[in-house]
């Protein structure tokens, strides 16, 4: 009987699902839109139950009809979801609230804070890095001192996958790239639960044992089995982050690769062969969260995001582009695709008009919550197009940011790979190329987190023998170039678009507290 493996990625704004064959190629796949809850500045949430469960049963029925194939040919399922979320469930885990979600939600600022005069030198011991909204260990103190109802009646503390992995087996665990990164101090070094450190936050059985994503977490569970389609008795892996699951799907394998995944927000891994402590730059270029044992055996990996990618490029169609969109909900063209070929009218440097992107805050490179995004030097000559344009370069500009600090570190990557909607769009795709000056790796576009899901799956059922093997199986995709003019110009913009934040950072936390008052 001819085996299949199955990898569902539950993302900002959609979900999507793959089943693949013994050969890896796509047997079928399935992709859900759902919303974002976005109920007080700062706050985003998804509802667990409806989203992500649901979207995981649905896509599941789906892609075993699409597939056209008996349930018990599948061998082995991953999930991933959007990360550093936290989700409080009861016994029969039930979600007890929304999900908050990863780094983009921004509630925790004041636990942030106390925490890191708590802690003082310690920070970086315990944490690795900063605290920041990233840090899952804040929204549970968050729960505690905010929701202390729901904090008594807490059960688990859980990531997506973890919580997905839980609804399919009825087992609690948590990968260990998500927990010993995201879950400080709450785990060691070797993935154990850390006891002691655990007192401020929670008790410790109220978090999930920690396992590697691919190894077999448990097996569907007669109910998951009704509600989802599968079979009783498949086993589950214990899956892991959207990023991760999207960086293996594209061959983030060896030393000396970044990954930069252009979705909703961006987020990169850089695969390196050391471990790296926290740098923060001295010329005024951000800093990098320390490094942690990644998902490949025998490496490590940086790793980060921004608040804003897509989700600035959303806001440019919603605003300016509301007539192509209704165009696009009537069966015409993709307002998107609009946007592209306006964006390639005009020029590198959107004739002096720049966009810093921080629309929710901001992540990695400048770890702060309260800046705003802004428009610098605009004229009454700029249009949409410009407007349009300049959101794209934003996004560049950060990821030029980003190369910058590695470079500052003694850490050139010698590979870029990308991955994520964005690639979709190859204006911005040259764009972020031409910021660079490096050649940009783009696979196929099934290429991306439920593929990664799938091929994890594939190793956790033994049909991969390991990384390398796995790395081997996937296509070669296209390599883009830059253009050596384009990266000048930029390269000679860059310390604008630095300055813009470092001469406003007091106005923009100004502006913020006075209007939260």
């Not at 407007?387 to 050139?412: C, D, K, W």
Request: overall charge neutral; glycine content about 12%; proline content about 5%.
């Amino acid at each position: 009987m001819k085996q299949y493996f199955m990898g569902i990625d539950i993302g900002t704004y959609e979900s999507r699902g793959m089943l693949i064959g013994e050969d890896f190629r796509v047997t079928a796949e399935h992709t859900m839109a759902h919303g974002m809850s976005h109920p007080r500045q700062g706050w985003f949430e998804h509802d667990a139950d409806k989203v992500w469960w649901g979207d995981f049963c649905g896509i599941s029925r789906r892609l075993i009809e699409a597939g056209g194939i008996a349930p018990e040919q599948i061998s082995c399922i991953g999930a991933s979801t959007l990360g550093t979320d936290c989700l409080p469930v009861d016994e029969q885990c039930r979600p007890l609230r929304p999900a908050i979600l990863y780094g983009i939600d921004s509630r925790a600022d004041k636990e942030i804070q106390w925490l890191t005069r708590h802690y003082g030198r310690d920070v970086r011991r315990l944490f690795g890095h900063p605290i920041c909204s990233g840090d899952t260990a804040t929204k549970i103190l968050w729960i505690k001192n905010n929701e202390p109802e729901i904090y008594r009646r807490t059960y688990k503390f859980l990531t997506g996958s973890s919580f997905i992995t839980a609804k399919l087996t009825g087992r609690y665990v948590i990968d260990q790239f998500l927990a010993k990164g995201s879950f400080r101090p709450l785990y060691r070094a070797d993935g154990t639960i850390n006891e002691e450190e655990c007192g401020l936050y929670c008790r410790p059985d109220q978090i999930a044992a920690c396992a590697y994503s691919t190894d077999v977490a448990g097996r569907v569970t007669r109910e998951a089995a009704a509600q989802t389609g599968l079979a009783e008795g498949t086993p589950v892996i214990c899956g892991t982050g959207d990023s991760t699951s999207e960086a293996i799907s594209v061959g983030l394998t060896e030393p000396g690769t970044a990954f930069f995944q252009y979705g909703s927000s961006m987020f990169y891994y850089y695969c390196v062969d050391r471990m790296v402590q926290d740098y923060i730059s001295s010329g005024g270029n951000g800093s990098v969260k320390g490094g942690k044992v990644f998902t490949i055996p025998g490496t490590f990996c940086l790793g980060d995001g921004t608040n804003a990618a897509g989700t600035l490029t959303r806001w440019v169609r919603d605003t300016f582009y509301g007539e192509e969109l209704e165009m696009e909900r009537k069966g015409g063209k993709n307002a998107y695709a609009v946007m592209a070929g306006e964006a390639g009218e005009i020029q590198p440097g959107s004739e002096g008009l720049m966009i810093l992107p921080y629309i929710s805050g901001e992540r990695s490179p400048i770890q702060d919550p309260l800046p705003t995004c802004m428009m610098f030097g605009l004229k009454g000559s700029h249009t949409r197009k410009h407007i349009n344009r300049a959101a794209l370069e934003a996004v560049g500009y950060s990821t030029l940011q980003h190369l910058m600090l590695f470079r500052e570190m003694g850490l050139p990557p010698h590979t870029l790979i990308t991955a994520g909607g964005g690639t979709k769009n190859d204006v911005w795709m040259q764009i972020i190329c031409d910021m660079t000056g490096m050649p940009l790796h783009i696979p196929e576009t099934f290429q991306c987190s439920s593929y990664g899901d799938a091929m994890l799956a594939a190793l956790g059922a033994g049909c991969l023998k390991d990384f390398h093997q796995l790395k081997e199986k996937l296509p070669a995709g296209r390599l883009i170039q830059p253009d050596r003019e384009n990266h000048e110009f930029y390269r000679g913009n860059y310390p604008v678009y630095r300055d813009l934040y470092l001469n406003n950072r007091e106005l923009m936390h100004r502006m913020q507290k006075t209007k939260c008052q």
